[in-house]
Each structure stands twice: as structure tokens, then as C-alpha cells.
């Protein structure tokens, strides 16, 4: 097998026929495309060739366009960082929208279409040369198990994708069950050893492979794409545990990466817990609202609406520690409103109390109230006019379990003390897993 890069092809504008200049770079280098060749392009000259550049002062709102869904964010010193479904297709950062090797104050986004990109760029590098060839467009991402990024098919034409073994026998003569070979990214990632981002050789040919091409452009590299339904890992562990509490990950402020000090996990764990769904949903501060001490407090008029099953889109008022925020990239204004702890409090240390949407018989609030200390243990008290000790304590026992979820997304372990008496109260210690 051989592969070799185009060299001398230079800066693509919109509008310019890609696949001349191709032909143009290989004549350069005394080479023609020949039948059974598989042309690897980076889907970053496809794009500049159908104009898809913006300007970078959009790029967050063109990340928010190019998104089907968010899989995972993290909140980084460079600012929000997100894993997505993007609507090119493939599961990548930032949907795929890059600043490399594009002119200072743009960004570019990928094609619309990445296998129609590939099937365009074929049927014209046919027309020039005559050759049966197959295209791959390539793009660069992570890999959720190691370090490091390689090349992907992100569009294809001509060219099998895919090379399913399973039912063929092993030299053992057993039965392959699940064999799928990825053959256009294996394709990708092999060119990419003679192309790069820092070389300026945006494409290479790869002949010899013994890969099937064929007269018909075949289903792309669409079909590569895991079903939801097959998807073991279709959100970040982060995400996951919160939707598992009832939460909407799109509406919760995301983690810190570095992740900061413990007591600040553990008081992020401690709000998230507390939030809905009932018996812990309780309403953010308003006009009924009033707060005091660094503490939120209920004073709301008695409510003749149910007390169960309230939606979680009310967000909670906390009182998250300050020293582990973020300088740039704030969230967006319906996230939780963060209290400052007052300034008698040790680093690392959050006060807080939230009132909760149910009332007992006399009107009075239910309130579960939190104290984190600067070395990482915590203080959890539910306060009621109402019910038995018994009952209070039971309700505690059921949140210990939404705390340790939520500690398990901040990978932290817990350490959680049922205390019954004089009053029904957690006591927690936690400790970095990480």
C-alpha cells in the first residue's frame, strides 16, 4: 500500500473548484488519480470551498446552531467546553466548529452535508480525470478511552465503509459475533500520517489499500453513526447522573475541569441533590422570598396547589462557594443564582437553607438547610413544623441517596452519618476519588 500527500494546492477561498485544484496539485507532483484510488480529503478545504467560514464573534451561537444535543460540558479555564451531537452527524467538540488554519477572527463549520460533500467532489473528480476513485473527507476528534485525537470519516463516496466479519471463523475456527471493521476511518487515520494540520497538505491518496471502490457512491459514512438506541454512552457520567435525579443537564451549571477543591464539590453535590424532584423542589428567590445571614429563606403566602410532583424547571436558589468560579464564559441567566457565603466563613465553606414548595398543616415551610466546611465535611438538618422526628429522619435517609449521586458526578465518596436526635440530621464527610 502507498500513500502520498498533495502538496502546492494553497489557501482555499469560497467558490474555488476544489477538485481542479486537486488535480492541479497531483499533475504538479507528476501523479494522476488511477482507478481503485482513495482520495482523503480534510473536510476543512470542503468547507472553506462551500463558504461555511463565520465570523468568530459568533462562534458560540453557531455552536448552539450546529447542535442536536449537548452530551457533556465542562466549565475549563478557557471557558465552557461541550461534547455534542453535532448536525453534521458525529459526536464532537464543540460540534465540530474550529479556529485552526482559518484567518484570524473567523471560524469554520463543517460541511452541511459531509457525505453529499464527498459525492459532489467525486462525480467532478470524475469528470476531469476519468478515474474510478473513492473520497473520504476527514475530520480530527477525541476518543472517549484515550488521550489523543485522530482522523475520522466524517463524509465518504466510492469507498466500503465498513467490513462486516461477523459469521466469518477465526483462525481458531470460532465464530466472530460482533467484528465490524471501520474501514473508512481506518482509511482516514492512515492518511493522516502524511497530511496535518501544520503541514499545509489538506489531502492524500491512498492506493493499493485493497478497500472495495466501486461505480456507486454507496450510503457514506452516515452509516458509521451509532443508533441512539445502541448508544452505551449517549451522555457524559455528569449529565447522566443528572437527568437520573430528575434534572434537566441543559438547565445545570456544568462541573469545573480542573475540578477544584473539595469542599466546593461537595457544596455543588449538596444543591444538586436539593433540587426537585419532590419532596426537594423549591423555588428560586423572588418577591416571596427574602434572604438573611447568607441563608435563603421561604416567606411565601401558604399554596392551595398540590404538594407533589412539581416541575423541576424552577430553579434553586444557592449559595455555592466562590473561590472555584469561573472568570470567563458566565452561565447563562436562568441558572442558579449563587449567593456570596459571608465573609466570616473559612475558604471552601457554603452556608445555605432552601425552602421547600410544601407546607405543613400550619403553613409553616419545610426548609433543609446545608453547612460545608473548609475540610470537606458537611452538615444536612431538615426543619419542619410538622411530622415525627421519625418522618423527618426518613426523608433524610431518601436524600442521602440523591447526595451520594450527585457526589458520585463531582467523583467524590461520601461518608454519610444518619443522626437522629435532637434533630434528624446528615453529617457527611467526603473525599477526592480522583
Known amino acids: ?35 481503485d484510488d482513495v482520495l482523503v480529503v480534510s473536510s476543512k478545504v470542503v468547507s472553506k470551498a462551500e463558504g461555511r467560514l463565520v465570523a468568530a464573534s459568533t462562534r458560540d451561537a453557531q455552536i448552539a446552531a450546529e447542535t442536536v444535543r449537548v452530551v457533556a460540558a465542562r466549565r475549563t479555564p478557557r471557558g465552557l467546553a461541550q461534547i455534542v451531537e453535532a448536525a453534521a452527524g458525529p459526536v464532537m467538540a464543540a460540534a465540530g466548529v474550529d479556529a485552526s488554519n482559518v484567518a484570524p477572527g473567523t471560524v469554520l463549520l463543517l460541511p452541511k452535508d459531509p457525505d453529499g460533500s464527498a459525492r459532489a467532489l467525486r462525480r467532478r473528480l470524475t469528470e476531469l480525470t476519468g478515474a474510478r476513485i473513492g473520497v473520504i473527507l476527514s475530520d480530527t476528534a477525541g476518543r472517549a478511552w484515550r488521550d489523543g485525537q485522530i482522523d475520522f470519516a466524517l463524509g465518504a463516496a466510492g469507498v466500503a465503509v465498513t467490513d462486516d466479519l461477523r459469521g466469518a471463523r477465526d483462525t481458531h475456527g470460532q465464530s466472530l459475533e460482533v467484528t465490524v471493521r471501520a474501514l473508512a476511518d481506518e482509511l482516514a487515520s492512515a492518511a493522516d500520517l502524511v497530511k496535518g494540520k501544520v503541514e499545509a497538505v489538506p489531502a492524500a491518496v491512498i492506493r493499493g489499500s485493497g478497500v472495495p471502490v466501486g461505480p456507486q457512491d454507496g450510503p457514506g459514512a452516515a452509516t458509521l453513526l451509532r443508533r441512539p438506541r445502541e448508544d452505551w454512552f449517549r451522555y457524559g457520567h455528569v449529565e447522566a447522573i443528572t437527568a437520573g435525579l430528575g434534572l434537566d443537564p441543559a438547565q445545570t451549571e456544568p462541573p469545573t475541569i480542573p475540578p477544584g477543591p473539595v469542599p466546593a464539590r461537595l457544596a455543588r453535590a449538596l444543591e444538586l441533590a436539593l433540587r426537585g424532584p419532590e419532596p426537594w423542589t423549591h423555588r428560586p428567590s423572588g418577591p416571596n422570598t427574602e434572604t438573611s445571614g447568607g441563608k435563603l429563606t421561604g416567606n411565601e403566602p401558604p399554596s392551595d396547589q398540590p404538594t407533589t410532583n412539581q416541575p423541576p424547571s424552577n430553579q434553586p436558589t444557592t449559595n455555592q462557594p466562590t473561590t472555584n468560579q469561573p472568570t470567563t464564559d458566565q452561565p447563562p441567566s436562568n441558572q442558579p443564582t449563587t449567593d456570596q457565603p459571608t465573609t466570616n466563613q473559612p475558604t471552601g465553606s457554603a452556608v445555605g437553607a432552601i425552602g421547600n414548595s410544601r407546607r405543613d398543616q400550619t403553613g409553616t415551610p419545610d426548609r433543609v438547610t446545608y453547612a460545608v466546611s473548609a475540610d470537606g465535611e458537611a452538615t444536612v438538618v431538615r426543619q419542619s413544623a410538622g411530622g415525627t422526628a421519625f418522618e423527618r429522619a426518613a426523608a433524610l435517609g431518601a436524600l442521602a441517596q440523591r447526595i451520594r449521586a450527585a457526589a458520585w458526578a463531582e467523583n467524590l465518596s461520601l461518608q454519610i452519618t444518619l443522626v437522629s436526635t435532637p434533630q434528624p440530621e446528615l453529617r457527611i464527610t467526603a473525599s477526592a476519588r480522583d
Open 1 to 35: 500500500m502507498e500513500i502520498f500527500g498533495l502538496y502546492g494546492i494553497g489557501e482555499i477561498q469560497p467558490g474555488d473548484d476544489l477538485a481542479g485544484r486537486l488535480v492541479d496539485a497531483l499533475t504538479a507532483g507528476s501523479e494522476q488519480l488511477r482507478d
